[in-house]
DNA sequence: CAACAACTATTGACGTCAACAATTATTGCT
DNA sequence: AGCAATAATTGTTGACGTCAATAGTTGTTG
Protein backbone atom coordinates (compact mmCIF):
# COMPACT_ATOMS: atom_id res chain seq x y z
CA UNK A 1 0.00 0.00 0.00
CA UNK A 2 1.54 3.05 1.17
CA UNK A 3 5.10 2.72 2.33
CA UNK A 4 7.49 5.15 2.28
CA UNK A 5 10.14 6.90 4.21
CA UNK A 6 9.45 10.64 3.57
CA UNK A 7 10.42 11.62 6.92
CA UNK A 8 11.51 15.30 5.74
CA UNK A 9 10.86 17.21 9.11
CA UNK A 10 11.50 15.43 12.25
CA UNK A 11 14.52 12.55 12.37
CA UNK A 12 14.18 13.21 16.26
CA UNK A 13 10.96 11.21 17.29
CA UNK A 14 11.08 7.63 15.99
CA UNK A 15 8.56 8.67 13.00
CA UNK A 16 5.45 6.82 13.47
CA UNK A 17 4.95 4.66 10.45
CA UNK A 18 2.54 1.17 9.83
CA UNK A 19 5.27 -1.05 10.36
CA UNK A 20 6.36 -0.12 14.38
CA UNK A 21 2.56 0.47 15.08
CA UNK A 22 2.46 -3.24 14.19
CA UNK A 23 5.20 -3.84 16.28
CA UNK A 24 2.82 -5.34 18.80
CA UNK A 25 1.72 -7.84 16.53
CA UNK A 26 -1.91 -9.19 16.57
CA UNK A 27 -2.69 -12.56 17.42
CA UNK A 28 -5.32 -13.99 15.28
CA UNK A 29 -5.82 -16.91 17.25
CA UNK A 30 -7.06 -14.52 20.04
CA UNK A 31 -11.25 -14.50 19.04
CA UNK A 32 -11.36 -10.66 19.95
CA UNK A 33 -8.94 -10.19 17.34
CA UNK A 34 -10.65 -11.76 14.29
CA UNK A 35 -12.04 -9.81 11.36
CA UNK A 36 -15.18 -8.17 11.15
CA UNK A 37 -16.87 -10.70 8.89
CA UNK A 38 -16.11 -13.75 11.08
CA UNK A 39 -19.33 -12.40 13.47
CA UNK A 40 -22.12 -13.65 12.00
CA UNK A 41 -24.13 -11.31 13.80
CA UNK A 42 -21.80 -8.19 12.29
CA UNK A 43 -22.09 -9.79 8.84
CA UNK A 44 -26.23 -9.97 8.73
CA UNK A 45 -25.70 -6.26 9.83
CA UNK A 46 -24.04 -5.02 7.15
CA UNK A 47 -25.61 -7.91 4.46
CA UNK A 48 -29.29 -5.73 6.16
CA UNK A 49 -27.89 -2.31 5.33
CA UNK A 50 -27.06 -3.11 1.87
CA UNK A 51 -29.92 -5.02 1.04
CA UNK A 52 -32.07 -2.01 2.86
CA UNK A 53 -30.53 0.32 0.05
CA UNK A 54 -30.60 -1.69 -2.95
CA UNK A 55 -34.75 -1.90 -1.80
CA UNK A 56 -34.81 1.75 -1.48
CA UNK A 57 -32.27 2.48 -4.79
CA UNK A 58 -35.16 0.42 -6.39
CA UNK A 59 -38.26 2.16 -5.27
CA UNK A 60 -36.95 5.67 -5.45
CA UNK A 61 -38.50 6.84 -8.65
CA UNK A 62 -41.87 5.48 -7.29
CA UNK A 63 -41.71 7.61 -4.55
CA UNK A 64 -42.03 5.12 -1.70
CA UNK A 65 -39.15 3.62 0.19
CA UNK A 66 -38.77 0.56 1.92
CA UNK A 67 -41.10 0.94 4.58
CA UNK A 68 -44.09 1.75 2.11
CA UNK A 69 -43.44 -1.42 0.36
CA UNK A 70 -43.29 -3.55 3.27
CA UNK A 71 -47.11 -2.33 4.92
CA UNK A 72 -48.25 -3.12 0.89
CA UNK A 73 -46.39 -6.35 0.70
CA UNK A 74 -48.19 -7.08 4.45
CA UNK A 75 -52.03 -5.40 3.10
CA UNK A 76 -51.34 -7.55 -0.03
CA UNK A 77 -50.92 -11.19 2.62
CA UNK A 78 -53.44 -10.15 4.85
CA UNK A 79 -56.16 -8.20 3.39
CA UNK A 80 -57.45 -5.78 5.73
CA UNK A 81 -55.58 -4.58 8.60
CA UNK A 82 -55.72 -1.99 11.82
CA UNK A 83 -53.38 0.01 12.60
CA UNK A 84 -52.17 -1.56 15.78
CA UNK A 85 -51.83 -4.62 13.53
CA UNK A 86 -49.43 -3.28 11.37
CA UNK A 87 -47.64 -1.85 13.98
CA UNK A 88 -47.15 -4.85 15.85
CA UNK A 89 -46.36 -7.27 12.82
CA UNK A 90 -44.10 -5.05 11.29
CA UNK A 91 -42.39 -3.37 14.01
CA UNK A 92 -42.98 0.03 13.81
CA UNK A 93 -43.92 2.83 15.75
CA UNK A 94 -47.50 3.39 15.90
CA UNK A 95 -46.82 7.06 14.51
CA UNK A 96 -44.73 6.03 11.72
CA UNK A 97 -47.71 3.65 10.46
CA UNK A 98 -49.96 7.10 10.49
CA UNK A 99 -47.72 8.36 7.80
CA UNK A 100 -46.53 5.55 6.46
CA UNK A 101 -50.50 5.03 5.54
CA UNK A 102 -50.90 8.60 5.03
CA UNK A 103 -48.17 8.21 1.75
CA UNK A 104 -50.15 5.16 0.68
CA UNK A 105 -53.77 6.65 0.42
CA UNK A 106 -52.26 9.56 -1.26
CA UNK A 107 -50.87 7.96 -4.47
CA UNK A 108 -54.00 5.58 -3.78
CA UNK A 109 -52.25 2.47 -2.72
CA UNK A 110 -54.47 2.30 0.07
CA UNK A 111 -56.75 3.23 1.62
CA UNK A 112 -58.21 3.95 5.77
CA UNK A 113 -61.76 2.37 6.22
CA UNK A 114 -64.16 2.87 9.31
CA UNK A 115 -64.13 -0.60 11.77
CA UNK A 116 -67.91 -1.58 12.01
CA UNK A 117 -66.55 -3.03 15.31
CA UNK A 118 -64.43 0.05 16.70
CA UNK A 119 -64.70 3.43 15.99
CA UNK A 120 -61.50 3.74 17.58
CA UNK A 121 -59.52 1.65 14.63
CA UNK A 122 -59.32 2.10 11.29
CA UNK A 123 -59.00 -0.64 8.12
CA UNK A 124 -56.42 -0.30 6.32
CA UNK A 125 -57.16 -2.07 3.26
CA UNK A 126 -55.12 -2.24 -0.40
CA UNK A 127 -56.73 -0.64 -3.35
CA UNK A 128 -56.68 -1.74 -6.69
CA UNK A 129 -53.78 0.44 -8.16
CA UNK A 130 -51.86 -0.99 -4.83
CA UNK A 131 -52.29 -4.22 -6.55
CA UNK A 132 -51.29 -3.13 -9.59
CA UNK A 133 -48.14 -1.54 -8.16
CA UNK A 134 -46.87 -4.30 -6.28
CA UNK A 135 -47.47 -6.53 -9.87
CA UNK A 136 -45.74 -3.87 -11.67
CA UNK A 137 -43.10 -3.50 -9.11
CA UNK A 138 -42.63 -7.58 -8.52
CA UNK A 139 -39.95 -8.18 -11.36
CA UNK A 140 -37.73 -5.20 -9.85
CA UNK A 141 -38.02 -7.00 -6.41
CA UNK A 142 -36.67 -10.02 -7.77
CA UNK A 143 -34.16 -8.33 -9.42
CA UNK A 144 -32.82 -7.05 -6.33
CA UNK A 145 -32.65 -9.88 -4.42
CA UNK A 146 -30.75 -11.58 -7.06
CA UNK A 147 -28.27 -8.89 -7.41
CA UNK A 148 -27.46 -8.86 -3.93
CA UNK A 149 -27.56 -13.25 -3.39
CA UNK A 150 -25.07 -12.63 -6.71
CA UNK A 151 -22.87 -15.36 -6.57
CA UNK A 152 -25.21 -18.29 -4.74
CA UNK A 153 -26.79 -20.79 -6.94
CA UNK A 154 -30.07 -21.90 -6.51
CA UNK A 155 -29.99 -24.58 -4.33
CA UNK A 156 -27.77 -22.48 -1.77
CA UNK A 157 -30.28 -19.53 -2.22
CA UNK A 158 -32.95 -22.09 -1.14
CA UNK A 159 -30.80 -23.09 2.05
CA UNK A 160 -30.02 -19.77 3.15
CA UNK A 161 -33.60 -18.39 2.64
CA UNK A 162 -34.61 -21.71 4.91
CA UNK A 163 -32.13 -20.71 7.94
CA UNK A 164 -32.97 -17.04 8.24
CA UNK A 165 -36.59 -17.66 7.99
CA UNK A 166 -35.47 -20.07 11.11
CA UNK A 167 -33.74 -17.23 12.71
CA UNK A 168 -36.75 -14.60 11.82
CA UNK A 169 -39.52 -16.85 12.99
CA UNK A 170 -37.89 -16.87 16.74
CA UNK A 171 -38.90 -13.87 18.44
CA UNK A 172 -39.74 -11.64 15.06
CA UNK A 173 -43.13 -11.52 13.70
CA UNK B 1 -45.13 9.52 -11.93
CA UNK B 2 -47.75 7.31 -10.89
CA UNK B 3 -51.39 7.04 -11.44
CA UNK B 4 -53.41 8.00 -8.39
CA UNK B 5 -56.98 6.00 -8.70
CA UNK B 6 -57.99 7.78 -4.97
CA UNK B 7 -61.69 7.75 -4.93
CA UNK B 8 -61.80 8.41 -0.95
CA UNK B 9 -65.00 9.39 -0.99
CA UNK B 10 -67.73 6.70 -2.24
CA UNK B 11 -70.74 6.55 -0.10
CA UNK B 12 -72.30 3.93 -2.64
CA UNK B 13 -70.08 1.18 -1.47
CA UNK B 14 -71.76 -0.83 1.51
CA UNK B 15 -70.07 -1.34 4.65
CA UNK B 16 -66.93 -2.42 4.67
CA UNK B 17 -65.93 -5.54 7.21
CA UNK B 18 -62.52 -7.72 7.35
CA UNK B 19 -64.85 -10.81 5.62
CA UNK B 20 -66.13 -9.17 2.41
CA UNK B 21 -62.84 -7.08 1.95
CA UNK B 22 -60.96 -10.91 1.66
CA UNK B 23 -63.93 -11.56 -0.75
CA UNK B 24 -61.56 -10.36 -3.02
CA UNK B 25 -59.03 -13.57 -2.67
CA UNK B 26 -55.29 -13.63 -3.25
CA UNK B 27 -54.18 -15.96 -5.32
CA UNK B 28 -51.09 -17.20 -3.35
CA UNK B 29 -49.19 -18.63 -6.89
CA UNK B 30 -48.61 -15.09 -8.33
CA UNK B 31 -44.95 -14.19 -6.86
CA UNK B 32 -45.93 -10.83 -6.27
CA UNK B 33 -48.49 -11.80 -3.27
CA UNK B 34 -46.04 -14.05 -1.73
CA UNK B 35 -45.36 -12.96 2.05
CA UNK B 36 -42.76 -10.68 3.65
CA UNK B 37 -40.88 -12.90 4.52
CA UNK B 38 -40.78 -14.70 1.16
CA UNK B 39 -38.28 -12.81 -0.28
CA UNK B 40 -34.64 -13.13 0.67
CA UNK B 41 -33.73 -9.91 0.82
CA UNK B 42 -36.32 -7.91 2.91
CA UNK B 43 -35.17 -11.16 5.22
CA UNK B 44 -31.99 -9.54 5.57
CA UNK B 45 -32.86 -6.30 6.05
CA UNK B 46 -35.09 -7.09 8.93
CA UNK B 47 -32.51 -9.34 10.41
CA UNK B 48 -30.09 -6.95 9.95
CA UNK B 49 -31.72 -4.38 11.87
CA UNK B 50 -32.63 -6.66 14.96
CA UNK B 51 -28.57 -7.77 14.53
CA UNK B 52 -27.91 -4.09 14.82
CA UNK B 53 -29.87 -3.42 17.58
CA UNK B 54 -29.00 -6.47 19.83
CA UNK B 55 -25.52 -4.85 19.41
CA UNK B 56 -25.98 -1.63 20.30
CA UNK B 57 -28.19 -2.30 23.47
CA UNK B 58 -25.29 -4.57 24.24
CA UNK B 59 -22.26 -1.69 23.44
CA UNK B 60 -24.95 0.51 25.22
CA UNK B 61 -23.49 0.79 28.46
CA UNK B 62 -20.32 1.56 27.16
CA UNK B 63 -21.41 4.86 25.63
CA UNK B 64 -20.40 3.36 21.96
CA UNK B 65 -22.62 2.06 19.14
CA UNK B 66 -22.16 -0.42 16.54
CA UNK B 67 -20.39 1.77 14.35
CA UNK B 68 -17.78 2.39 16.77
CA UNK B 69 -17.28 -1.26 17.70
CA UNK B 70 -16.83 -1.72 13.82
CA UNK B 71 -13.94 0.76 13.61
CA UNK B 72 -12.23 -0.77 16.42
CA UNK B 73 -12.78 -3.98 14.93
CA UNK B 74 -11.46 -2.93 11.94
CA UNK B 75 -8.08 -1.09 13.56
CA UNK B 76 -7.38 -4.68 14.98
CA UNK B 77 -6.80 -6.48 11.88
CA UNK B 78 -5.07 -3.48 9.79
CA UNK B 79 -3.13 -1.34 12.45
CA UNK B 80 -3.26 1.85 11.57
CA UNK B 81 -5.29 3.04 8.95
CA UNK B 82 -6.10 6.10 7.27
CA UNK B 83 -9.26 7.79 7.52
CA UNK B 84 -10.30 7.40 4.00
CA UNK B 85 -9.47 4.04 4.44
CA UNK B 86 -11.42 3.63 7.19
CA UNK B 87 -13.96 5.31 5.09
CA UNK B 88 -14.08 3.00 2.09
CA UNK B 89 -13.77 -0.05 3.59
CA UNK B 90 -16.80 0.37 6.10
CA UNK B 91 -18.56 1.97 4.02
CA UNK B 92 -19.14 5.21 5.94
CA UNK B 93 -19.49 8.51 4.86
CA UNK B 94 -15.61 10.15 5.56
CA UNK B 95 -17.60 13.03 7.98
CA UNK B 96 -18.94 10.22 9.60
CA UNK B 97 -15.65 9.00 10.61
CA UNK B 98 -14.80 12.02 11.72
CA UNK B 99 -17.01 11.74 14.47
CA UNK B 100 -16.10 8.14 15.27
CA UNK B 101 -12.99 8.86 15.68
CA UNK B 102 -13.36 11.14 17.78
CA UNK B 103 -15.39 9.79 20.17
CA UNK B 104 -12.85 6.78 20.29
CA UNK B 105 -10.08 8.99 20.85
CA UNK B 106 -12.02 10.78 23.47
CA UNK B 107 -12.53 7.22 25.57
CA UNK B 108 -8.86 6.50 25.04
CA UNK B 109 -9.53 3.73 22.93
CA UNK B 110 -7.79 5.38 19.68
CA UNK B 111 -5.44 7.99 18.75
CA UNK B 112 -4.58 9.94 15.31
CA UNK B 113 -0.90 10.48 14.83
CA UNK B 114 0.17 12.57 11.67
CA UNK B 115 0.80 10.83 8.50
CA UNK B 116 4.62 11.07 7.44
CA UNK B 117 3.93 10.74 4.06
CA UNK B 118 1.00 13.26 3.49
CA UNK B 119 0.18 16.09 6.20
CA UNK B 120 -3.19 16.03 4.96
CA UNK B 121 -3.65 12.72 6.37
CA UNK B 122 -3.77 10.89 9.76
CA UNK B 123 -3.22 7.43 10.53
CA UNK B 124 -5.52 6.41 12.85
CA UNK B 125 -4.24 3.65 15.37
CA UNK B 126 -5.82 1.09 18.35
CA UNK B 127 -4.64 2.33 21.63
CA UNK B 128 -3.81 -0.43 24.58
CA UNK B 129 -7.56 0.48 26.35
CA UNK B 130 -8.69 -0.21 23.05
CA UNK B 131 -7.38 -3.39 22.77
CA UNK B 132 -8.13 -3.79 26.43
CA UNK B 133 -11.75 -3.13 25.41
CA UNK B 134 -11.73 -5.29 22.44
CA UNK B 135 -10.80 -8.21 24.85
CA UNK B 136 -13.21 -7.51 27.52
CA UNK B 137 -15.85 -7.34 25.48
CA UNK B 138 -15.70 -10.30 22.90
CA UNK B 139 -17.84 -12.28 25.12
CA UNK B 140 -20.52 -9.77 24.68
CA UNK B 141 -20.64 -10.21 21.47
CA UNK B 142 -20.45 -13.60 20.81
CA UNK B 143 -23.26 -13.46 23.48
CA UNK B 144 -25.27 -11.30 20.77
CA UNK B 145 -24.43 -13.63 18.06
CA UNK B 146 -25.90 -16.80 20.13
CA UNK B 147 -28.98 -14.82 21.08
CA UNK B 148 -29.51 -14.05 17.17
CA UNK B 149 -29.14 -17.49 15.49
CA UNK B 150 -30.75 -18.83 18.47
CA UNK B 151 -32.57 -21.78 16.76
CA UNK B 152 -29.88 -22.68 14.51
CA UNK B 153 -27.48 -25.80 15.71
CA UNK B 154 -23.86 -25.49 15.25
CA UNK B 155 -23.77 -27.13 11.64
CA UNK B 156 -25.86 -24.49 10.43
CA UNK B 157 -24.90 -21.34 11.84
CA UNK B 158 -21.48 -22.80 10.12
CA UNK B 159 -23.25 -23.42 6.94
CA UNK B 160 -25.05 -19.75 7.01
CA UNK B 161 -21.92 -17.60 8.08
CA UNK B 162 -20.29 -19.45 4.74
CA UNK B 163 -23.44 -18.62 2.57
CA UNK B 164 -23.20 -14.73 4.06
CA UNK B 165 -20.07 -14.81 3.35
CA UNK B 166 -19.43 -15.23 0.04
CA UNK B 167 -22.07 -12.77 -0.91
CA UNK B 168 -20.61 -9.88 1.40
CA UNK B 169 -16.91 -10.87 -0.33
CA UNK B 170 -18.86 -9.46 -3.76
CA UNK B 171 -19.12 -5.85 -4.06
CA UNK B 172 -19.00 -5.66 0.17
CA UNK B 173 -15.83 -4.85 1.72
C1' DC C 1 -75.26 4.19 35.34
C1' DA C 2 -71.50 6.87 36.32
C1' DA C 3 -66.69 7.04 37.05
C1' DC C 4 -62.51 5.24 35.76
C1' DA C 5 -58.91 2.53 33.45
C1' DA C 6 -57.32 0.84 28.97
C1' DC C 7 -56.92 1.32 24.18
C1' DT C 8 -56.48 3.49 19.04
C1' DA C 9 -54.93 6.74 16.18
C1' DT C 10 -52.71 10.95 15.99
C1' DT C 11 -49.57 14.85 16.82
C1' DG C 12 -45.44 16.90 18.46
C1' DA C 13 -40.73 17.13 20.36
C1' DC C 14 -36.08 15.37 20.68
C1' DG C 15 -31.96 12.93 19.49
C1' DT C 16 -29.62 9.90 16.11
C1' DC C 17 -27.99 9.02 11.76
C1' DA C 18 -26.88 8.97 6.73
C1' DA C 19 -26.09 11.54 2.53
C1' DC C 20 -24.67 15.68 0.26
C1' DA C 21 -22.43 20.20 -0.55
C1' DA C 22 -18.92 23.42 0.94
C1' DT C 23 -14.36 24.65 3.17
C1' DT C 24 -9.53 24.32 4.48
C1' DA C 25 -5.11 22.56 4.08
C1' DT C 26 -2.14 20.01 1.38
C1' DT C 27 -0.30 17.49 -2.61
C1' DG C 28 0.70 16.40 -7.52
C1' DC C 29 0.86 17.86 -12.17
C1' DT C 30 2.39 20.68 -16.05
C1' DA D 1 3.76 29.52 -10.53
C1' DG D 2 -0.77 27.96 -11.48
C1' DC D 3 -4.33 24.58 -11.16
C1' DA D 4 -6.78 20.26 -10.52
C1' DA D 5 -7.19 16.58 -7.12
C1' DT D 6 -7.20 14.83 -2.47
C1' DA D 7 -7.89 14.27 3.03
C1' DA D 8 -10.11 15.77 6.71
C1' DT D 9 -13.49 18.59 8.46
C1' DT D 10 -17.87 21.39 9.06
C1' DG D 11 -22.58 22.31 8.16
C1' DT D 12 -27.04 21.18 6.40
C1' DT D 13 -30.85 18.56 5.18
C1' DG D 14 -34.03 14.80 5.43
C1' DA D 15 -35.23 10.19 7.18
C1' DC D 16 -35.92 7.62 11.22
C1' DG D 17 -36.83 5.77 16.05
C1' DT D 18 -38.51 6.93 20.65
C1' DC D 19 -41.01 9.01 23.82
C1' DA D 20 -44.71 12.02 25.81
C1' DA D 21 -49.24 14.00 25.28
C1' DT D 22 -53.94 14.29 23.40
C1' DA D 23 -58.70 13.19 21.68
C1' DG D 24 -62.01 9.94 20.92
C1' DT D 25 -63.73 5.50 22.17
C1' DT D 26 -64.44 1.16 24.69
C1' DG D 27 -64.81 -1.86 28.69
C1' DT D 28 -65.14 -2.43 33.46
C1' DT D 29 -66.47 -1.80 37.99
C1' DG D 30 -68.26 0.11 42.06
Not at 35 to 42: R, S
Not at 92 to 109: R, W
Request: proline letters at 5%; charged letters at 30%; hydrophobic letters at 35%.
Amino acid sequence: MLESAGSSTEPREPVITRENVTAKPIDAHEPWMRGLHADTGYLLYRLGLRSGQLFNACLQESGLRLRHYAVLRFLATTDGALQRELSARLGYDPSAIVGLVDDLEKLGFAERRPSPDDRRSRIVVLSESGRDFLRDTADDGLRVTGELLGPLDPAERETLHALLLRIAEDGLN
